[in-house]
């Protein structure tokens, strides 16, 4: 069973920068393969970012590529969204995630089976 719990959401005006944290339960954390997700009133949850992989680098939604930057701290157990220039288009409830399956694509919220229960980001002047 592996446990998430974000934080660091909150209210933030047009171009500030917030930092979420996904704290995890395990002892095989080095092994989550992680990500993003987000949904605001009224629609579906969509991806945002997703950790490296097997050598290979982030992942993420081009509607936050250059702006967000994924993390992660092993030692910590932890994973990390920086997010800068933040928009009112990014308020949404945010979500970190464990994939479980490597046959759906890494955008799929269906690929990832253990979610957090969500923090709050606001963007509004």
């Known amino acids: 069973q592996v446990q998430l719990v974000e934080s660091g959401g909150g209210l933030v005006q047009p171009g500030g920068s917030l930092r979420l944290s996904c704290a995890a339960s395990?002892?095989?954390?080095?092994?989550?393969?992680m990500g993003w997700f987000r949904q605001a009133p009224g629609k579906e949850r969509e991806f945002v970012a997703a950790?490296?992989?097997?050598?290979?680098?982030?992942t993420y939604a081009d509607s936050v590529k250059g702006r967000f930057t994924t993390s992660r701290d092993n030692a910590k157990l932890a994973f990390y969204l920086q997010m800068n220039s933040l928009e009112p288009e990014d308020t949404a409830v945010y979500y970190c995630?464990?994939?479980?399956?490597?046959?759906?694509?890494?955008?799929?919220?269906?690929?990832?089976?253990?979610w957090g229960q969500g923090t709050q980001v606001t963007v509004s002047s």
């Open positions: 995630a464990v994939r479980t399956s490597l046959t759906l694509a890494t955008i799929n919220p269906s690929a990832y089976y253990y």
């Open positions: 395990g002892r095989t954390f080095s092994f989550y393969r």
């Open positions: 950790s490296s992989w097997n050598g290979g680098g982030p």
